[in-house]
């Protein structure tokens, strides 16, 4: 039960704080930065060292920390999630769940410009700085930038985030800058998003430090991300933001814009945690489903360029050798040539399985329906030009294989 191991959290917390940073030593680190496939999605949850507790229309949603550790822990253990972004309260609780375990992992630095406050745009660092992220054996920090043109607050923000981003990468440790143009309406700050500001942001923030080497950029999906991620080279994660009223919307934008050449994946926090239905599970599985491909279409999604509902039928080649368990790979060539190569053996698990096939794979056996025979021939071993995969889950003791609702293909444009 949850309960009782978040019980045994609180306990340690009172009688052993030490075993914290013996936890931390001990900890299995992510063996790299990026996944095997070069992409990167991480889960936000430093929004309450800052005072933000809404999630969508929930004004305290944020607030009950066994409910945001437990969706926490969920999230985590779904299959290509790489890691999480949080407060040093929320870190340490995990640390002693043992959530962190094999996770990429990025401090929250400057949460001291809290929200609707007359002081917001002084974003003091009251978080992590960099020592403490290298003694603690994570890979990063992330800074809140918000630049606002008539607070003179801006300019030691400006400089505590240079200052970081310096020595972060004097330590090889990733900076993560989440910038924006911002300018108090009706005594609230808002955040510009039209691409002019997120231009104007992202090149200040790309020039923060004495060494952009390890600087990464946090940035919203806003209108004309095309030219907007053109104002720099720096790698870059979409953020989720607000849980939103339309779901289908959100993806559709994350969709469109994890297709430019320097956007690595996303960083969401509220939008999964809280999604709408409630079910945390099935909004990673569909979030972590867009960098298939990606940012191409799974199962039956509609594209929100065309307004097509057909199905992209398409699993990446950048994903052969992915470890699918007990299965065997069907290369398909551009000649209509099907190699036939063996995966190694190891118990399937959902590992990049698109959330639209995740219910068929739980709920049916393999098995379930035959692999009509192709009219071309089939041919031993890879061939050169191959373009597209056909996995199969498990042979049968005979000559015939078989799927289980499986989607096949090559990519949308070939």
């Not at 931390?24 to 070069?38: C, M, T, V, W």
């Not at 002019?196 to 946090?218: H, N, Q």
């Not at 469109?256 to 599985?285: F, M």
């Not at 060539?333 to 959902?350: C, F, I, S, T």
Request: include cysteine; charged fraction near 20%.
């Amino acid at each position: 039960m949850f309960a009782d191991r978040l019980a045994d959290v609180v306990e340690t917390r009172a009688r052993r704080p030490e075993l914290v940073a013996e936890a931390a030593a001990r900890r299995p680190r992510a063996p790299s930065f990026l996944s095997l496939d070069g992409t990167l999605v991480l889960i936000a949850a430093d929004h309450p060292a800052r005072g933000t507790l809404r999630a969508g229309r929930l004004m305290t949603a944020m607030a009950d920390r066994s409910s945001l550790l437990e969706r926490l822990c969920v999230a985590l253990a779904r299959p290509g999630v790489d890691g999480v972004l949080g407060s040093a309260d929320v870190l340490e609780d995990l640390l002693l769940l043992g959530a962190l375990d094999g996770k990429v992992v990025i401090g929250s630095m400057n949460r001291g410009g809290l929200a609707d406050t007359v002081f917001e745009i002084d974003d003091r660092f009251t978080g992590y700085d960099a020592v403490s992220i290298a003694r603690t054996g994570f890979d990063g920090g992330k800074m809140l930038l918000r630049i606002d043109p008539d607070d003179a607050a801006t300019a030691v923000t400006l400089e505590a985030c240079a200052h970081a981003v310096s020595g972060l990468a004097a330590r090889r440790l990733i900076a993560m800058i989440e910038p924006f143009i911002s300018h108090r309406v009706d005594g609230r700050v808002r955040n510009d998003l039209s691409p002019e500001a997120m231009m104007r942001a992202i090149a200040v923030a790309s020039g923060l430090g004495t060494t952009s080497a390890y600087t990464w950029l946090k940035v919203p999906v806003v209108p004309d991300m095309e030219r907007v991620m053109a104002a720099s080279t720096l790698p870059a994660l979409l953020l989720g933001g607000e849980v939103p009223d339309d779901p289908e919307s959100a993806y559709a934008g994350w969709r469109k814009a994890l297709r430019l050449p320097n956007v690595k994946g996303l960083v969401a926090g509220r939008s999964l945690l809280y999604p709408a239905d409630d079910d945390v599970a099935a909004a990673v599985d569909t979030a972590v489903g867009l960098l298939l491909s990606g940012g191409l279409l799974l199962a039956g999604q509609p594209d929100a360029e065309t307004g097509r509902g057909e199905l992209q039928h398409h699993l990446a080649g950048r994903h052969q050798g992915r470890d699918l368990g007990r299965a065997q790979l069907f290369q398909l060539g551009q000649d209509g040539g099907v190699g036939v190569g063996a995966l190694p053996a190891r118990l399937a698990q959902h590992d990049r399985v698109g959330p639209h096939l995740l219910p068929r794979l739980a709920q049916e056996a393999p098995g379930a329906e035959p692999v009509h025979r192709s009219q071309q021939p089939v041919q031993q071993g890879a061939r050169p030009g191959d373009r597209g995969h056909l996995v199969v889950l498990g042979g049968d003791p005979g000559s015939e294989h078989r799927v289980d609702g499986l989607v096949i293909g090559f990519p949308a444009g070939q």
